[in-house]
């Protein structure tokens, strides 16, 4: 498979992987409309900084290892759930705003902790190993070019930074935003109970 081959197969996969509905969906609608469009571009940065996690170690040959490890996927899944859980408690927590300048500061000293965040909830993601030992399979080859891997990589991480940077767009449109912004801490609460659930999801529930 030649590089352009590859780009379009990737494309196609990851961007209906990426528009799938899950925590990584969640936490950029929670932060984007509780903190802003400046913290939803963090998020999704954070996002897709950590697809660099996956691609690292599928690069290394360590994603069948992983994914075929029920130790590793039982650590990964306990700290990845349990991650979840505590974002999600986080937003359940949230109350009313009642100061306009003091969400302004919040935000403006969040930039780190929301890429870190983003970050952190892709990166600890349990489904992830799986994910990507079926994308390299069908795309990786034992002779391809260490540039086309980093190609590769590079432009997986940009497709879902653009993908979620759209989400952020529309989420943070006046017409929208402001309708969200009066119910702000129940959306928070809202989209940290739905955290929560996939949070106990990924703890209960089997990887493969």
Known sequence: ?????GLLLITSIHLLAAA?????????????????????????????????????????????VIANSATALWAIKIVGGSYLLYLGVQGIRAKPNNAHSSQKAVTKHSSLTAISKGFLCNA?????????????????????????LFIYGIWMMALQLLWFSTVVLLLSRPSIN????????????????AMVLMGLKVLTSKIN
Do not use: C, W
Not at 125 to 130: E, L, Q, T, V
């Open 124 to 148: 600890l993601n349990p489904k992830a190993p799986i994910y990507f030992v079926a994308l390299f399979t069908v795309v990786l080859s034992p002779n391809l070019p260490p540039l086309h």
């Open 20 to 64: 799938s509905p899950g925590p990584d969906f969640v936490l950029v609608s929670q932060q984007t409309l509780s903190n802003g469009k400046k913290a939803g571009f963090m998020v999704s940065l954070g996002i897709a900084l950590g697809l660099s996690v996956h691609i690292l170690y599928s690069a290394l040959g360590l994603a069948a």
């Open 178 to 193: 402001e309708k969200f912004q009066r119910l702000g801490h129940l959306i928070d609460r809202l989209l940290g109970g």
């Open 1 to 5: 498979m030649d590089l352009l081959q």
